[in-house]
């Protein structure tokens, strides 16, 4: 499979996720299938990442995203107020903090004084997040998923750490299929004790149905659409939002 029929894959598996997140009434089946689309855009994403031309570039495309996603779920809660709102959907900031994080583990392998320095700025990052609630007293009203979308939290966002951990292994492990395999089952593992333990139904862990599609990988590009995906993202969660409020 190309990494564009990944992420269309993706793209499918994901639109079902919100159908049933928006509409409880669609079939649960829709959210386990949806739990494989992120693991395949984070594949996706590593993939690109080890290609493309600039990083620099695609890391302010992730960020610039995430701040547009940020600005968007504070206007349709705003403009359009209902019971669950309009939730968290930020993709772009777990993918940006993998690919931030990858870029400085490489810097620190080649020069550990330069690397260092990145990660004392992520550290500051970090700690900034923890203060902003003191230094701008106006961002008291705001919730932590939206104060991550500004200030990058390694902890608080949409998929939290573990899943950037994860990415990190996926890009480390890139050609290294068998062993790439056996950390994401591990990571599946890991994922249905933790729900169970903290009295959860397991759900996360059916992301192990993604695998297969990504060990298919070919490692061609396929077509571009680059921009559709980025596009996608917020314009089909924004309709369902929609769709729900209107139909509830």
């Known amino acids: 499979m190309t990494a564009f029929s990944l992420k269309l894959t993706a ?103 330069r690397g260092g320095l990145l990660l004392g700025a992520a550290a500051l990052v970090q700690v900034l997040y923890g203060l902003l609630p003191f230094l701008l007293p106006f961002t008291r009203d705001f919730s932590g998923d939206t104060l991550t979308g500004v200030v990058p939290n390694l902890a608080v966002n949409e998929y939290g750490f573990a899943f950037i951990a994860l990415g990190l292994a996926l890009y480390f492990l890139r050609d290294r299929r068998e062993a790439l395999a056996a950390v994401y089952l591990v990571f599946c593992i890991y994922q249905f004790s933790a729900e169970a333990l903290y009295g959860y139904a397991p759900v996360q862990w059916m992301m192990v149905l993604a695998l297969p599609l990504i060990l298919r990988y070919n490692g061609e590009r396929g077509r571009g659409w680059k921009w559709f995906f980025y596009f996608y993202y917020p314009a089909h969660t924004c309709l369902l939002f929609l769709l729900a409020r209107w139909a509830g």
Request: glycine letters at 8%; proline letters at 5%.
């Open 11 to 113: 793209a499918v598996l994901m639109t079902l996720d919100h159908i049933g997140f928006y509409f409880p009434a669609a079939p649960v089946w829709f959210r386990w299938l949806g739990r494989g689309a992120y693991p395949l855009f984070l594949f996706c994403m590593v993939q690109g990442y080890s290609h493309t031309r600039s990083r620099k570039r695609y890391l302010l495309r992730l960020y610039f995203m995430s701040l547009f996603m940020t600005a968007l779920g504070l206007f349709l809660d705003a403009r359009f107020p209902s019971e669950n709102g309009y939730g968290n959907h930020n993709i772009f900031l777990p993918l940006f903090l993998t690919g931030f994080l990858i870029s400085t583990l490489e810097l620190y392998q080649k020069d550990r004084k």
